[in-house]
DNA sequence: ACATCCATGAAGCCAGACTACATAGTCCTT
DNA sequence: AAGGACTATGTAGTCTGGCTTCATGGATGT
């Protein structure tokens, strides 16, 4: 019984194909293929089965695949017992995130985490409508994704979450609109407004489908823009408003643009380091998920004293 | 990071010496010398300090070493998750019982277990007053141990214990004794008798101090012997009376002795299968414990019901 | 001081995991 | 229908890495 070989079947299960796992572990198809026959052979019974030109688990195969996870974690565990009898976060960590959050906590998280050396930590960014958050955790050690309150999405698929914010969303308006006087608006204040939207399927949408319902009547939206720069630029010039997240935008714009909440509403996002639980483990990983979630609460409380 | 060297390091924080856990896997010390030196360099810090003739670990090693555990326990989750799968148990089982639990249980079990083709249950016997029984978990998958009430002797230890029946004590008496038609016996009643002791340090002998500090007053204790047919001998000659517990005894022999309840004291004694936690997952392990378990049921079950 | 226990070094052996290459099956395109 | 492009997987050979054997040095106790 095998570590090396369990993982290769974790990483078949997640990946799928044979030659996806040879490319991720650095192997030829032919080593991993190899193993894995090694270990079917010790297991005494099918593991995989073939389907057209690919190969999918059979039960036995995913049951052992879910075991090898508990024994990744408990070795990345024992990793970070001994990384912390160092004192050393030390490794490379990737790090995948939609560009407002990023725009929001990496530059100070990565400051705050100059003093470790050798902590690695490589970023990339991604657009959020392209990317499959929980796929990307087969590539990169943490992935920042946001959710709407109450969609657990990958929670279900085994995966490891750390809540870093929740992030209110408000309504971006011009100074000169009628509303912007108002402390709070509520939904049929807004409802009759010409909106900008985000693209169908964005998480967003939802919230502005919830004031549908919660008015019976339909909003008007008249552009859809993923760039929030390009929402807000729009808001400004007077075409629309829009629901802009608190933090991430620009903020009021003196004599441009103000934000007001939203009441009646579950208008909010959380942002949230989505991991393999194995990885999660990681000293390294888990130093800059620290750092990030640090960080983000930095930000709340900057703009609750600035609120208040 | 290789799970095997973890393991070594393991063996070693238990056994304490690299011969014996040469001895213990099969390889030279040479090998395990090796290996640790090699475990020591990915480390990065000594896991390891010679004391003498031999090695102690560091406060790093002990850390390794324990979560060196959680991944065995992990592993051999994974190897019952598919023992599971193929409905087999199968494989080597050792196991070591103190004579009296082992004539009580092991008959009934082992022919419960006889139809489970290629599990084999390697039985001893070993003296409990010889037997230090955590350490014997080193040596044997299972050890048939016992306990008195509250004592958690071993719970601390890291080892998984599993509680296969209380056995209660009860007063052993010859037939003609003047208590022999009590229904139950308070500590009162007994402690102004001769008594047949266990040898000192027995986990009786507290049974007994408890009827002391009860009564005030001392028990006068004539002999010590550890075989329970030798102690029931000297009772059915009338020689004393004695603590015998209540299945693995004899019990009740017409004419020659009786057995009596004690009432407003702690007389039971726990029989519980103790192993080290990474082999309690084994498939084979949970599966002779279970039958144990389901025998000792039995036991008290016939019991109860001839009494009733 | 010697015998005996310990851990550990050096040299060589051998299993087992890898690469490179070749083969066979499946899907899609033309 | 046939080729090309993709899958997985066999075969042969290489090489890393853990093992054994033998030898060394320190610690203990008689």
Chains 1, 2 share one sequence.
Request: charged fraction near 20%; charge should be negative.
């Amino acid at each position: 019984m095998d570590v090396q070989r369990l993982e290769l079947l974790r990483e078949l299960a997640e990946r799928g194909s044979v030659t996806a796992v040879a490319r991720a572990t650095h192997r030829t198809p032919s080593a991993v293929s190899q193993q894995l026959k090694v270990l079917e052979r010790e297991a005494g019974l099918p593991l995989t089965e073939r389907s057209g030109r690919g190969l999918v688990l059979t039960d036995a195969g995913r049951a052992l695949a879910a075991s090898a996870t508990d024994i990744a974690v408990a070795l990345e565990r024992a990793t970070a017992v001994w990384d912390t009898f160092r004192n050393r976060a030390t490794g490379d960590v990737s790090l995948v995130t939609f560009p407002t959050a990023g725009q929001m906590l990496l530059p100070g998280a990565l400051q705050d985490l100059a003093d470790h050396d050798g902590l690695a930590v490589h970023c990339t960014d991604m657009d959020p409508e392209l990317s499959d958050f929980p796929a990307l955790t087969s590539e990169y050690d943490i992935v920042l994704a946001h959710s709407m309150r109450g969609q657990h999405t990958w929670g279900g698929r085994g995966l490891t979450s750390v809540p870093l914010m929740t992030e209110p969303l408000d309504v971006g308006l011009p100074t000169g609109h009628r509303l912007a006087g108002r402390v709070s608006l509520g939904a049929s204040d807004v409802v009759g407004e010409t909106w900008i939207g985000v693209p169908l399927g964005y998480p967003f949408g939802r919230i502005l489908h919830d004031i549908e319902l919660q008015t019976g009547s339909r909003a008007l939206v008249t552009q859809r823009f993923a760039d929030m720069r390009l929402i807000e630029s729009f808001i400004m010039a007077g075409l629309g408003i829009a629901l802009v997240p608190r933090y991430t935008s620009s903020g009021d714009q003196p004599g441009r643009m103000v934000l007001k909440p939203l009441r009646g509403l579950d208008a909010e996002r959380q942002i949230v380091a989505l991991m393999r639980p194995d990885r999660a483990e990681r000293l390294a990983v888990r130093t800059v998920v620290e750092a990030l979630r640090a960080r983000a609460a930095q930000v709340q409380a900057e703009h609750a004293a600035a609120a208040g």
